[in-house]
């Protein structure tokens, strides 16, 4: 293993092992071409000869089956060669889900629906990312599932979300975001509020596994759904409650044995239940770079990145137009409640927000619900502003919004939990 700061040379990769590289450094850039052979970062071929670029925050592995040669460039942190690698099992485990698809395709049925599931920081959104970039390369249409509120990729934190997957990530950006399904949440752990959070996860599961049924391709080709880091006590219920709800046909458990006997006990028997090894490529985070990472995501949202920069927009909302509400109202104890309703149910009530000062910082997300009689967990979400002055003697709020137009006559804005200190400008 050898480490480097400034780089400018060739790599090269024998057969299924990978070059690892790290870049912790502001400004910092690194460039890496495919000079022979084939390569690919997390299931997505690398195009030869082409120039790919990576900045700060990247944690990058390129493996090769066959062997290459790779020519990088540029200032990191880390940056080493392993042999050592799981690449072999979790392409044994694509093969395995092929064959679920090939046999849904012949008798019309669902392709395989399966949870990866796992402690923080074993790698379950980079095996989600690989797995659905080796269904895509081999023509399959499967939908991405993330149900990670903390950590998530698809939409911004507090909101659980789903695409449909066409086309490999982009080496350096990822799955392309296009149309995705986002159910707002407003918490950045379950624990915010475990009640609305299984809800909102059967909305999501029994929209997605309908909308199976649309698209023969889709059909077939199965949902892969990523799962929350938080996997002991209620984090470990809401992970056998998102298997009841997705009717899971397998689910593949990194690193982590105990959860692994656990699933195996309590899952009905004709559920698989795979134990994967983590990478030792992934990297840990602190809680720290947990809150960056959250933060570099909403500003992402508003902002957009280097190569795709946004320009958003501030305006002023007057406290009587913001129809602001929460999901979630304090505990009543059973005898208080309405007769026929119980104390959990109000962990689901949408109930109105009075503006304040407090509102500062926060994310609002605007709803396609138009008023509160409609079912507001299970509608699709229109977009997030972020509150960046509250004014008490105007009454009125500045909202950071990526559309240029105030909001919409009916608009119906979800408190969040989430805060974004824009200090962009
Ligand atoms: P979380 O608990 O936050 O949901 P996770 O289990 O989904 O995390 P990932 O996000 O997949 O973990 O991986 C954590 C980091 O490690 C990512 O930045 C990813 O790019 C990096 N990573 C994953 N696999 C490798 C590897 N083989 N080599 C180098 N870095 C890797």
Redesign the pocket.
């Given at each position: 293993m050898s480490e480097d700061n400034n780089n400018d040379r060739e790599y090269i990769l024998d057969a299924d092992s990978?070059l690892?590289?790290?870049i912790e450094q502001k400004d910092a850039k690194v460039f890496v071409t495919l000079i022979s052979g084939f390569a690919e970062l997390?299931g997505t071929e690398l195009v030869k000869k082409k120039k790919y670029e990576f900045g700060i925050?990247?944690?990058?592995?390129i493996?090769t089956y066959q062997g290459c040669v790779l020519q990088v460039t540029g200032k990191m942190d880390v940056c080493y060669i392993?042999k050592e690698?799981p690449?072999i099992q979790y392409m044994n485990c694509h093969a395995a889900l092929e064959q679920f698809r090939t046999d849904a395709e012949e008798h019309d049925k669902r392709g395989p629906v399966i949870l990866?599931v796992?402690?923080?920081?074993?790698?379950?959104?980079?095996?989600?990312?690989i797995l659905l970039n080796y269904a895509v390369r081999v023509g399959r249409r499967p939908l991405y599932a993330d149900l990670?509120v903390?950590?998530?990729?698809i939409s911004i934190p507090g909101n659980i979300a789903t695409i449909l997957i066409e086309r490999p990530a982009s080496v350096e950006e990822g799955f392309a975001k296009t149309a995705p399904l986002v159910y707002h949440f407003g918490h950045k752990s379950p624990s915010g509020n475990s009640v609305l959070y299984n809800a909102v996860v059967s909305k999501m599961a029994e929209v997605t596994l309908q909308s199976l049924d649309a698209n023969k391709r889709t059909k077939s080709s199965g949902i892969i759904v990523?799962?929350?880091?938080w996997v002991k006590g209620y984090g470990y219920k809401h992970l056998l409650h998102a298997a009841r709800a997705y009717r899971a046909r397998a689910i593949f458990v990194?690193d982590q044995e105990r959860l692994y006997n656990d699933l195996l006990r309590d899952v009905p028997s004709n559920v698989h239940v795979v134990l994967l090894p983590?990478?030792?490529?992934?990297?840990?985070?602190t809680k720290e770079l947990?809150h960056e990472?959250r933060e570099q995501r909403i500003k992402e949202y508003f902002y957009g990145n280097m190569r795709t920069p946004f320009y958003p927009f501030s305006f002023e909302v007057k406290f009587q137009d913001l129809r602001l509400y929460k999901i979630g109202a304090p505990p009543l104890p059973d005898s208080c409640m309405p007769i026929g309703m119980k104390a959990e149910d109000n962990k689901k009530k949408v109930v109105a927000v009075t503006p304040t000062s407090s509102l500062l910082h926060h994310i609002l997300t605007l709803s396609f619900a138009e008023s509160t009689d409609e079912n507001v967990i299970g509608t699709n979400v229109a977009g997030f502003c972020c509150v960046t002055e509250v004014d008490m003697e105007r009454q009125s709020v500045m909202l950071l919004s990526p559309q240029p137009r105030p909001l919409p006559p009916n608009a119906l804005l979800l408190w969040s939990e989430l805060q974004f200190m824009d200090n962009h400008a």
């Open positions: 990978e690892r590289f790290e997390f925050g990247a944690k990058v592995a493996f392993s690698t690449m990866v796992g402690p923080m920081d074993v790698g379950k959104s980079t095996l989600c990312r990670d903390g950590q998530g990729a990523n799962t929350c880091g990194l983590k990478s030792g490529g992934v990297v840990e985070r947990r990472s």
